[in-house]
C-alpha cells in the first residue's frame, strides 16, 4: 500500500465531495470542490417565530364588573409543533424581565377579575423548540371606577350604537308640493336611550355639515321650502357614554313638476287655434303660444288654464262657455270678447281690467263665492 489511493468521488445533489487518504498519517482531508445548493432550503434553516397580531394596546374595565381578555396571533416557519405562550405581568412600561402568570400558558389571557384601581401591564412570549422565543408588544389594562367618557374605546360596559336601517338612499321630490320624510332604526346596548340630530350637505358625504334646528327626532320631515336641485342630509346618533354613529349621507332630489298633456293642442306657429278631441280640465298652454284664436276651447270641461308670459292677446269666447275657476295669466294680455274667459269671464274681465282693482297685473286668479280674486 505505498503512494496515495485516490478513493471515488461521491456524489449528493450537486454538492461534490473528494476524500483523500493518505497513507501513514493519523488523519483524512476532506476537501470540498464544489457547493451549489438550489431548491427549497427552508428545511436547513433554524426555525422562526412572528407574531401576526399583538395583543389590544388598551383596554378600560371598571372595578368590580371586570371582564374581557387579551389574545395573540403566532406562527413559526419549517416547524410543525404547537407553540407555546407564556403571559407574564410587569410593572414597568416594558417588556423585559416580568413574572409568569401561573397557568396563563394560551393564546387567549383573562383579565384578572381582582386587579386593583390603575393601570396594569401584561405580555406574552411566544415558543417552541429550536426557535428564539419573541415577546409580544405590551398591552395596558386600566382599572376605574367611573363610567367611561363619550367614545373611550376599550370599555366593555360602554352603551353600542347600531343603525338598523338607514334613511332612504333617494327621495325625489317635485317642487311646490314637497312631502315625505327620512328616517332611521336604531338600537343601543344596555337600553340607554339615543339621541338624534340630522344635518343638511352641500356634498354627497356625512362629513362636515350644517346642524337642522329642532330636527331632533328619529324620523325627519322633508322641509318644504326646498329649492331645485339635489340635497344631502344625514343623521348623528348618539347617547352617553357611547361613541356616536352617523347614518350615510342620502338624496334628496327637487324636480318641477311634469306640465298637464299638450298632445292634441292645435297650434300653427306661435297661435293657438284649438285642443281638437282631447278631453282635459286642466291645461298650461306651452311657451311658444303668444295669441290664442277666438273659440279655441270653447264648450269644453276646462277648470283651470294657465297661460304662459308669451302670450298678449286672447280672443273673443277662446274660453267660452267652460267652468273655469282658476286662471293664472301674465300681465298685460289684450282681452278680446265678453266671454274670452270662460262662464265666469265678465266678472274675471271686469276685475283683470279695472285700472281700480288689478289694472290687468298678472298672477292667478281664483274664483269662489261668486267672485274673482288675486292669489
Not at 68 to 95: C, D, I, K, M, P
Not at 130 to 146: E, I, K, P, Q
Not at 171 to 200: C, E, H, M
Amino acid at each position: 500500500m505505498g503512494g496515495k489511493e485516490r478513493l471515488p468521488v461521491k456524489k449528493s445533489g450537486k454538492i461534490k465531495v473528494g476524500r483523500m487518504l493518505i497513507i501513514g498519517a493519523v488523519f483524512i482531508a476532506a476537501v470540498f470542490t464544489a457547493c451549489n445548493i438550489t431548491g427549497d432550503t427552508s428545511s436547513l434553516l433554524p426555525p422562526e417565530i412572528t407574531i401576526t397580531n399583538h395583543p389590544a394596546p388598551t383596554t378600560i374595565v371598571r372595578a368590580g364588573n371586570i371582564s374581557g381578555s387579551l389574545s395573540v396571533e403566532a406562527a413559526a416557519s419549517g416547524v410543525s409543533q404547537r407553540l407555546s405562550f407564556q403571559w407574564l405581568y410587569t410593572t414597568a412600561n416594558s417588556n423585559d424581565g416580568g413574572n409568569e402568570i401561573t397557568g396563563a400558558t394560551e393564546q387567549d389571557f383573562l383579565i384578572p377579575a381582582n386587579l386593583t384601581l390603575g393601570t396594569h401591564h401584561f405580555f406574552v412570549e411566544v415558543s417552541v423548540a429550536g426557535a428564539a422565543s419573541v415577546r409580544s408588544n405590551l398591552a395596558a389594562v386600566t382599572v376605574t371606577d367611573v363610567p367611561a367618557s363619550p367614545g373611550t374605546p376599550g370599555d366593555p360596559n360602554a352603551p353600542v350604537i347600531t343603525i338598523i336601517s338607514q334613511p332612504a338612499p333617494v327621495t325625489s321630490v317635485t317642487v311646490g308640493s314637497i312631502s315625505g320624510s327620512l328616517a332611521v332604526q336604531v338600537s343601543v346596548t344596555g337600553g340607554a336611550q339615543p339621541g338624534f340630530r340630522w344635518f343638511s350637505n352641500t356634498t354627497n358625504s356625512n362629513v362636515g355639515g350644517s346642524e337642522i334646528a329642532g330636527a331632533t327626532n328619529a324620523s325627519f320631515t322633508i322641509p318644504a321650502n326646498l329649492s331645485l336641485g339635489v340635497h344631502y342630509f344625514f343623521v348623528e346618533v348618539s347617547t352617553p357614554g357611547a361613541a356616536s354613529v352617523r347614518s350615510n349621507a342620502v338624496l334628496v332630489t327637487v324636480t318641477v313638476p311634469p306640465p298637464p298633456p299638450t298632445e292634441g293642442l292645435d297650434i300653427r306657429g306661435d297661435v293657438l287655434y284649438g285642443i281638437g278631441t282631447v278631453t282635459v280640465t286642466d291645461i298650461v298652454i306651452p311657451s311658444t303660444v303668444t295669441s290664442v284664436r277666438n273659440y279655441a276651447f270653447h264648450n269644453g270641461n276646462l277648470t283651470s288654464v294657465t297661460i304662459p308670459a308669451s302670450v298678449t292677446t286672447i280672443e273673443g269666447w277662446a274660453f267660452g262657455a267652460n267652468n273655469l275657476t282658476t286662471i293664472t295669466i301674465p300681465a298685460g294680455v289684450t282681452i278680446t270678447g265678453i266671454n274670452s274667459v270662460g262662464l265666469h269671464s265678465v266678472y274675471f274681465l271686469a276685475y283683470y281690467n279695472n285700472p281700480a282693482g288689478n289694472n290687468r297685473q298678472g298672477g292667478t286668479f281664483v274664483f269662489a263665492g261668486g267672485s274673482w280674486s288675486r292669489q
